[in-house]
């Protein structure tokens, strides 16, 4: 019936799951890199880190939508895996900014302030 046997898989619309994978994916390997403390150190920064989980939340949100439109066009059903992923991706990306956030604060408590240090 379409031109890929892709998009549909026993009447559900399963073209975006690829990308909800990917950007859960993303989500992990952020959480992996704020857990792992050289890395934190070297590479992350809050705002890189903001950056990163709010495009990943972004995008899962608008992912669900347009393929929830998209199905709806072509007579097919929604995408129940697809909703967790987004919501697994909400998850993660979450938690990853409040470890990093967790474990600044604590950092920036154990250090001696500029005026003590001599």
Same mark, same amino acid.
């Given at each position: 019936?379409?031109?890929?046997k892709s998009?549909?898989?026993? @009447?559900?619309?399963?073209?975006l799951?690829?990308?909800q994978?990917t950007?859960?994916?993303? !989500?992990?390997?952020?959480?992996?890199?704020v857990l792992?403390?050289?890395?934190?150190?070297?590479y992350?920064n809050?705002?890189?880190?903001s950056?990163? !989980?709010?495009?990943?939340?972004?995008?899962s949100?608008l992912?669900i939508?347009?393929?929830?439109i998209l199905?709806?066009?072509?007579?097919?059903?929604?995408?129940?895996i697809?909703?967790w992923l987004?919501?697994?991706?909400?998850?993660?990306?979450?938690?990853?900014?409040?470890?990093?956030?967790?474990?600044?604060k604590? @950092?920036?408590h154990?250090?001696?302030?500029?005026y003590?240090? @001599?």
């Amino acid at each position: 019936m379409y031109t890929y046997k892709s998009f549909a898989t026993d @009447g559900v619309f399963t073209l975006l799951q690829p990308i909800q994978f990917t950007m859960l994916a993303v !989500s992990l390997i952020t959480l992996i890199f704020v857990l792992i403390p050289i890395i934190r150190k070297q590479y992350l920064n809050w705002l890189t880190l903001s950056f990163i !989980s709010a495009m990943n939340i972004v995008l899962s949100a608008l992912v669900i939508f347009f393929g929830a439109i998209l199905a709806d066009e072509m007579n097919l059903g929604g995408d129940a895996i697809g909703l967790w992923l987004a919501l697994g991706t909400c998850i993660v990306s979450l938690l990853a900014l409040l470890i990093y956030f967790g474990q600044h604060k604590k @950092g920036q408590h154990l250090q001696k302030p500029p005026y003590l240090a @001599g």
